[in-house]
């Protein structure tokens, strides 16, 4: 038999694997996540006719081995992870990273982990955070009840509780702000309102009155008071004259007097509570009164309303008294050869003897890329290359199949010289 004959039929095995995958390049090129194979192509072995020989010294020069090829074969088909673009979707729980790195996704904590690129997930009716493709929970950490992470635990599947709430904390600092006007007359007051809160979340309107002084030694001087009333009307502190004095010069709050207290017993009937005043940011000029309070750090107790999520993958609830906290934070996990992995249907990975992962981390550590809400990241498969892949390859095919046939009718020729 002819080599030709085999090396050809080789030659049409190899290349109708390769349109193999270049189908399913093309099958998957709006799969979000999907990354192409190419297959390279390797010389068979090669049967010897002639061996070398070596140059003879004052005689005849060396002769070059003969060989002939057997085929054709299948060298590598490897998974390319090139870069491509990320496509917005609207949707907040669609996740694209921005880098390197791979979502962590498990049927439970310590179970065997999958990897990809394919980010579309949404909660589940329990709270938990999973795959849309295919069910199985995104792993990552779980905040403490302050929102803190610790990145030594275990990771675990990422579950939101709606049922959480936000505690409610004391307001401990007002700061005022905004101008007293130098132009009044004296005994003339300026009165600025805010709520505030006590350790169990209960309202009260704090008003700070503030009257222009009458002392002629030092025109620049002012007093003011502070009362605490509940929802009740009731006042709950004493409230005392005090001085503050701006510098003439500055127009600001003496540093000896930009601060000041005012303390009240709550409501419920606990140890009585200290709101620090700060006034340093108010000024005395002749100019329109503005004074206000600038803000205020406490408030009520609240329940989870939205989840947003990060460019570090934190999970973050939206709590209807207007604060927020870190519930959760998504892992990454990176390799150092992700072309080694194996891949195992419904857009996923897993690690294989040279695709070892290099440990979890938050999105946006080193080496580790960011993740973007909102979008998922686009199949890397190119068209314009697929297709002239494809013709080379029909064309190495039908060369194939031209050898066959030529190749046959030397046999049939051969088998005709008994004629």
Same mark, same amino acid.
């Given at each position: 038999?002819m080599?030709?004959?085999?090396? &050809?039929?080789?030659?049409?095995?190899?290349?109708?694997?390769?349109?193999?995958?270049?189908?399913?390049?093309?099958? %998957?090129?709006?799969?979000?996540?999907?990354?192409?194979?190419?297959?390279?192509?390797?010389?068979?072995?090669?049967q010897?006719?002639r061996?070398?020989?070596?140059?003879?010294?004052?005689?005849?020069g060396?002769?070059?081995?003969?060989?002939?090829?057997?085929?054709?074969?299948?060298?590598?088909?490897?998974t390319?992870?090139?870069?491509?673009?990320?496509?917005?979707?609207?949707?907040?729980?669609?996740l694209?990273?921005?880098g390197?790195?791979?979502?962590?996704?498990?049927e439970?904590?310590?179970?065997?982990?999958?990897?990809?690129? &394919?980010g579309?997930?949404?909660?589940?009716?329990?709270?938990?955070l999973?795959?849309?493709?295919?069910?199985l929970?995104?792993?990552?950490?779980?905040?403490?009840?302050?929102?803190?992470?610790?990145?030594?635990?275990?990771?675990?599947?990422?579950?939101?509780?709606?049922?959480?709430? #936000?505690?409610?904390?004391?307001?401990?600092?007002?700061t005022?702000?905004?101008n007293?006007?130098?132009?009044?007359?004296? %005994?003339?007051?300026?009165?600025?309102?805010?709520?505030?809160?006590?350790?169990?979340?209960?309202?009260? #309107?704090?008003?700070?009155?503030?009257?222009?002084? %009458?002392n002629?030694n030092?025109?620049?001087?002012?007093?003011?008071s502070?009362?605490?009333?509940? &929802?009740?009307?009731?006042?709950?502190?004493?409230p005392?004259?005090?001085?503050?004095?701006?510098?003439?010069?500055?127009?600001?709050?003496?540093?000896?007097?930009?601060?000041?207290?005012v303390?009240?017993?709550?409501?419920?009937?606990?140890?009585?509570?200290?709101?620090n005043l700060n006034?340093?940011?108010?000024?005395?000029y002749?100019?329109?009164?503005?004074?206000?309070v600038?803000?205020?750090?406490?408030?009520p107790?609240?329940t989870?309303?939205?989840?947003?999520?990060?460019?570090?993958? %934190?999970i973050?609830?939206?709590?209807?008294n207007?604060?927020?906290?870190?519930?959760?934070?998504?892992?990454?996990?990176?390799?150092?050869?992700?072309a080694?992995?194996?891949?195992?249907?419904?857009?996923?990975?897993?690690?294989?003897?040279?695709?070892?992962?290099?440990g979890?981390?938050?999105?946006?550590?080193s080496?580790?890329?960011?993740?973007?809400?909102?979008?998922?990241?686009?199949s890397?498969?190119?068209?314009?290359?697929?297709?002239?892949d494809?013709?080379?390859?029909?064309?190495?095919?039908?060369?194939?199949?031209?050898?066959?046939?030529?190749?046959?009718?030397?046999?049939?020729?051969?088998?005709?010289?008994?004629?």
């Amino acid at each position: 038999m002819m080599r030709s004959l085999f090396s &050809a039929v080789s030659g049409l095995k190899a290349h109708q694997q390769r349109m193999d995958v270049i189908g399913n390049n093309i099958a %998957n090129v709006n799969t979000p996540g999907f990354k192409k194979s190419r297959v390279t192509f390797q010389d068979m072995l090669n049967q010897t006719i002639r061996g070398a020989s070596r140059p003879i010294e004052g005689g005849r020069g060396g002769t070059n081995p003969m060989q002939m090829g057997l085929g054709v074969t299948i060298g590598s088909i490897d998974t390319d992870f090139g870069a491509t673009s990320l496509q917005d979707t609207g949707k907040n729980t669609d996740l694209g990273i921005n880098g390197d790195g791979f979502f962590i996704l498990a049927e439970k904590a310590g179970g065997r982990e999958f990897y990809t690129r &394919a980010g579309s997930f949404d909660f589940d009716n329990a709270g938990n955070l999973v795959s849309n493709l295919n069910g199985l929970h995104v792993m990552g950490w779980l905040a403490d009840d302050t929102g803190k992470i610790d990145y030594n635990m275990q990771l675990q599947p990422i579950k939101v509780d709606w049922s959480v709430s #936000q505690p409610p904390k004391k307001t401990e600092t007002v700061t005022l702000t905004g101008n007293l006007d130098a132009g009044l007359a004296q %005994n003339k007051t300026i009165t600025v309102e805010k709520t505030v809160y006590d350790t169990q979340g209960h309202p009260y #309107q704090l008003k700070i009155t503030f009257t222009k002084g %009458n002392n002629p030694n030092n025109p620049n001087e002012w007093t003011w008071s502070a009362s605490i009333i509940d &929802a009740n009307g009731v006042t709950k502190n004493t409230p005392t004259d005090t001085v503050i004095s701006f510098d003439p010069d500055t127009g600001k709050p003496t540093s000896t007097l930009s601060s000041g207290t005012v303390t009240y017993s709550p409501v419920s009937g606990g140890n009585d509570i200290t709101i620090n005043l700060n006034f340093s940011g108010m000024t005395q000029y002749a100019a329109e009164t503005t004074a206000a309070v600038q803000s205020q750090d406490g408030y009520p107790s609240g329940t989870l309303d939205t989840l947003t999520i990060d460019q570090a993958g %934190n999970i973050v609830g939206v709590f209807s008294n207007g604060t927020s906290r870190i519930l959760a934070q998504i892992a990454l996990e990176r390799f150092v050869n992700p072309a080694g992995l194996v891949k195992e249907g419904n857009s996923l990975f897993s690690k294989s003897s040279n695709a070892e992962p290099v440990g979890a981390k938050p999105p946006g550590s080193s080496g580790f890329g960011t993740v973007k809400p909102g979008t998922l990241e686009m199949s890397n498969v190119d068209l314009s290359s697929e297709f002239t892949d494809m013709i080379t390859t029909q064309r190495g095919f039908q060369a194939n199949s031209r050898v066959i046939t030529a190749s046959d009718e030397m046999l049939q020729d051969l088998v005709n010289l008994k004629r």
